[in-house]
């Protein structure tokens, strides 16, 4: 899984970083919008995890400008201000998920798990749209095979 990481807390960054790669991730850090930016145009990434306050810039902001690009990346938003308030605008700003800092590593591994969850590819249906006769394409070759097994 490719991540991008964005905090402007060297130290953090760099803990982080470690830890997700131990927990096989590719991670690539950025301490400004700007470098988030330049990587986001160079790579494609699974998840971003933006810390909130990036010193004179925000990664609410950050979000947000995601969002109004249509980018579908999921986004983990994290914290040290903890609050109901941050959490909504977190959310309302487009994030995916919200951790409050300090957290258990483990929370982090299993947001970043539930958030890049894959759901199952859709069905293929034959003849979908007709009542009563949608069947999948294995199905439906099944069914042939079965018939000329009796032809």
Not at 123 to 147: D, E, I, K, Q, R
Request: one cysteine or more.
């Amino acid at each position: 899984m490719n991540i991008l990481l964005l905090d402007d807390d060297l130290r953090i960054l760099r803990f982080l970083k470690r830890g997700l790669e131990a927990d096989s991730h590719t991670v690539a850090t950025a301490t400004s919008h700007s470098q988030g930016w330049e990587l986001l145009h160079i790579t494609e990434f699974d998840l971003a995890i933006l810390d909130v306050f990036l010193g004179t810039e925000s990664g609410l902001e950050f979000c947000r400008k995601l969002r109004h690009h249509q980018h579908r990346l999921p986004v983990l938003m994290m914290t040290a201000k903890d609050s109901a308030e941050m959490a909504l605008e977190s959310q309302e700003a487009g994030a995916n998920g919200y951790l409050a800092k300090p957290f258990a590593f483990d929370d982090l591994i299993a947001q970043v798990e539930q958030l890049t969850r894959k759901s199952p590819p859709p069905s293929h249906s034959f003849l979908t749209g007709v009542p009563g006769l949608a069947m999948t394409l294995n199905n439906f070759c099944g069914g042939l095979l079965f018939l000329n097994w009796f032809v």
